[in-house]
C-alpha cells in the first residue's frame, strides 16, 4: 500500500486536468454552491474517477479500520434527513437565491421547528444546505440541494430511494428465508413489504403516482456521467446499421432516451419505442415535436410475441437486470419469431467485474446488484453470466462481443441471429 504522500501526487494529474478545463472553458472553480462540473467530456470524467477513487482510497486508510465501520454503520442517518427533505419538501422552501430561516421552513412545510433545524443540519454534513457563520440560522442553497429544489426528476429520486427501495433492502434476508432459491418477483422483499403475490410490476400499475416517481427517479439516475445514454453515441458503429429502411426496436423504453440520443447520430434510423400503456402515453406527450416523424412509441408486453418483425436492431436498456434467468429467457425467446438473418440484440447494460471491485467510482453497479436481487429476485450480471444466458435463449443468437469505454458504468452486449438450423 503506498504512502499517504504517494496517494496525494497520485491525486496532483486528475486535479491539474480538471483544473485546466475550469481555466479553459472561463468556469469558476467548482465549489459546494456552485458546482461547475456538470456534463464532464469523456476524458475528463475518466480524471474525475480517478481522484475520487484515490481520494477515496486515502480517507478509508485515514479513518482506519474503526472509523470506516462506524461511518459505513450510521450511513442510516443520511437516508434519514434525506427522507426528511423529500417528504417535507424542505429544499423547495429555501429561495434559489438568498437564505430562509428555520423558523420559515417550519412554517412553510409543517415539520416543527427543532426538527427542521435537526435534519437539515444533519444534512449540511453531506454539503446539502449551508448556513453560514455570519449570518446563524440562515439557511442557504448548495448546488445539492438547489438541484433537488430545481429538477423534479432529482426530487423523485430522492423519494424513491428513500421511500421505496431502501425500507425494501433491509427486508431482503427475510425474503431469502421465506422463498429460498425462488426466481419468481412476487417473492423478493419488496414483495414481502408491498404485496405478497404480485410483482412490481403488476403492483404498479394500480399506482400511477409511485410508477412515475419510479420513472422519474431512474432518469434522474441515467443523466450524466456512467450512466449518461449519451455513451452509446460511441460505443457502437451506428452509422453501419443506418440505412434507408432501417428499424431499431427499443423494446422497455419508457421514455424514448435512446433513441433520442442515437437520432442525433443516425439520418435513416426508425425507432420504435415498446413500454407499458401509462409509460407510452406519458412519453408520446414529452417527445420532442421534431422527432415525430422518426420515433413512435406503441404498447407491448416483452413476454408476448414481438409484433415488429424483420428490425435491424432489438434493444434493451435497463431491462434484462429486472428479471430472473427464467424471465430473461422469456423475454428474448419472444423476439425469436420477429427476427430476420443478422438482428442484432443489443443489451446494454451493467456487466459487473467477474471478482471484487474496490473502486469508489464502479461501487454503485455492486449497490444496484443487492437492489435487482431486494426488488425483483433479479441480478446484474458478469460477462459470462450473460454468454450463458444468450447460449440458454437459443444457440442461433450468438454473442458477437461485450464492449464498454472508459467513463460508461454500462456496455454493450451484441448478439446476432444467425442462419442455420438446430438439430436434436
Known amino acids: 500500500m503506498p504512502l499517504f504522500t504517494d496517494l496525494v501526487k497520485q491525486m496532483l494529474g486528475p486535479a491539474e486536468a480538471l483544473d485546466l478545463y475550469l481555466l479553459s472553458a472561463d468556469l469558476p472553480p467548482t465549489s459546494f454552491e456552485?458546482?461547475?462540473?456538470?456534463?464532464?467530456?469523456?476524458?475528463?470524467?475518466q480524471a474525475r474517477d480517478t481522484l475520487v477513487d484515490v481520494a477515496q482510497t486515502t480517507k478509508r486508510l485515514a479513518q482506519g479500520s474503526r472509523g470506516t465501520l462506524r461511518e459505513i454503520l450510521l450511513a442510516f442517518a443520511d437516508e434519514t434527513s434525506l427522507r426528511a427533505i423529500y417528504h417535507y419538501e424542505l429544499a423547495q422552501h429555501v429561495p434559489l437565491s438568498g437564505s430562509t430561516t428555520y423558523a420559515e421552513i417550519s412554517a412553510a412545510s409543517g415539520l416543527p421547528l427543532n426538527l427542521v433545524e435537526r435534519f437539515v443540519r444533519q444534512a449540511m454534513s453531506n454539503r446539502i444546505f449551508a448556513e453560514k457563520y455570519s449570518q446563524p440560522g440562515h439557511v442557504f442553497h448548495t448546488a445539492t440541494s438547489r438541484l433537488i429544489a430545481t429538477d423534479p426528476d432529482a426530487h423523485n429520486a430522492l423519494g424513491l430511494f428513500t421511500c421505496e427501495i431502501s425500507p425494501i433492502c433491509q427486508g431482503t434476508l427475510d425474503a431469502i428465508a421465506a422463498c429460498s432459491g425462488s426466481q419468481e418477483q412476487t417473492a423478493p422483499a419488496w414483495a414481502l413489504q408491498n404485496e405478497i403475490g404480485t410483482t412490481a410490476g403488476e403492483f404498479l400499475t394500480r399506482y400511477q403516482q409511485r410508477a412515475r416517481r419510479l420513472d422519474a427517479g431512474?432518469?434522474?439516475?441515467s443523466r450524466g456521467s456512467g450512466w449518461d445514454p449519451g455513451h452509446l453515441e460511441q460505443l457502437y458503429d451506428w452509422k453501419s446499421l443506418d440505412l434507408p429502411g432501417s428499424i431499431f426496436v427499443d423494446v422497455g423504453g419508457g421514455r424514448g432516451a435512446v433513441p433520442q440520443t442515437l437520432s442525433r447520430v443516425t439520418t435513416n434510423m426508425q425507432f420504435v419505442v415498446q413500454d407499458l400503456p401509462v409509460s407510452v402515453e406519458e412519453a408520446r406527450t414529452a417527445l420532442p415535436q421534431e422527432l415525430a416523424s422518426r420515433i413512435k412509441f406503441e404498447e407491448h408486453d416483452f413476454f408476448l410475441e414481438q409484433?415488429?418483425?424483420?428490425a435491424d436492431v432489438y434493444f434493451f436498456r435497463w431491462v434484462l437486470h429486472n428479471w430472473s434467468d427464467k424471465y430473461c429467457k422469456k423475454i428474448l425467446r419472444a423476439l425469436i419469431p420477429a427476427l430476420k438473418v443478422g438482428s442484432r440484440v443489443i443489451i446494454y447494460e451493467i456487466v459487473l467485474r467477474d471478482g471484487p471491485e474496490v473502486k469508489w467510482s464502479r461501487k454503485q453497479p455492486r449497490d444496484l446488484d443487492l437492489i435487482m436481487q431486494a426488488m425483483f429476485n433479479a441480478y446484474e450480471r458478469t460477462a459470462k453470466a450473460w454468454e450463458s444466458l444468450l447460449q440458454k435463449v437459443d444457440p442461433r443468437l450468438h454473442l458477437q462481443e461485450i464492449k464498454g469505454r472508459a467513463g460508461s458504468l454500462m456496455k454493450v452486449i451484441e448478439a446476432v441471429w444467425q442462419d442455420?438450423?438446430?438439430f436434436s
Open 34 to 45: 456552485n458546482d461547475t462540473l456538470l456534463d464532464l467530456p469523456s476524458e475528463l470524467e
Open 307 to 310: 409484433p415488429v418483425k424483420g
Open 218 to 221: 431512474l432518469a434522474f439516475l
Open 420 to 422: 442455420w438450423e438446430i
